[in-house]
Each structure stands twice: as C-alpha cells, then as structure tokens.
Nanobody, 125 residues
Framework: QVQLVESGGGLVQAGGSLRLSCAAS????????MGWFRQAPGNEREFVAA????????GYADFVKGRFTISRDNAKNTVYLQMNSLKPEDTAVYYC??????????????????WGQGTQVTVSS
C-alpha cells in the first residue's frame, strides 16, 4: 500500500509559477514510477508528466513541454512538479500517482495504481 499526499496548489496569475509536491509513504517509493495528472471540470483526467525510479526516464505531455519540470528526491520520498509560465488553461486539480513501470501518456492512466487526493491549481487571467 502506498499513500500519496499532494501539496503546493493555489491561486496564481497567468505567467506565474507554482511548485507541487507529492509525499509518499508506505511501500518502497524509490522503486516506483511517479506521474502527475490533472483534471479540469467537465474534462477527463489527463497525463502531465512522469519520471521513473531513477530519474533517467522522463516524459511530458506536449502542452507542458518547456514549462513544467518533474523531479524526485528518493531520500525524501517526494516527487515535484515545477510549473512555470502558467496559463488559465492549466487550471485543474493535479494528482500524483504511482506505477510499477515507466508509463508516459494518458493512454496508460489505468496502469497507475495508487493516487493522491489532488491539489487545486487555479490560474487567473
């Protein structure tokens, strides 16, 4: 069992930045791929970014490339999502999740096993 708790969401103006954190407890964090997903009202949940256990494999959705950066600190059992140049369309609830292998893309959403409760990100124009 893995427990995930996201933090760092909030209200920010367009062009601003936020850093999301996801703290994990339970089973060995360092062996899991960690992913970030988001869901806006009325929309399906979509993939944002993923990082494998070593940090050697990283994937991003096209709409965040160059703006968001995923990283992890296995010593702290934490994964981060640095979000820069935020846009109003980035407004959503952001979730972190774990997977046993490296899966990058919304297509693989169902392969992510454990999910946090989400943190709200609101970007005003």
């Amino acid at each position: 069992q893995v427990q995930l708790v996201e933090s760092g969401g909030g209200l920010v103006q367009a062009g601003g930045s936020l850093r999301l954190s996801c703290a994990a407890s339970g089973r060995t964090f360092s062996s899991y791929t960690m992913g970030w997903f988001r869901q806006a009202p009325g929309n399906e949940r979509e993939f944002v970014a993923a990082i494998d256990w070593s940090g050697g494999n990283i994937g991003y959705a096209d709409f965040v490339k160059g703006r968001f950066t995923i990283s992890r600190d296995n010593a702290k059992n934490t994964v981060y999502l640095q979000m820069n140049s935020l846009k109003p369309e980035d407004t959503a609830v952001y979730y972190c999740a774990t997977a046993p292998e490296f899966y990058s893309g919304t297509y693989y959403l169902r392969l992510y096993e454990y999910w946090g409760q989400g943190t709200q990100v609101t970007v005003s124009s």
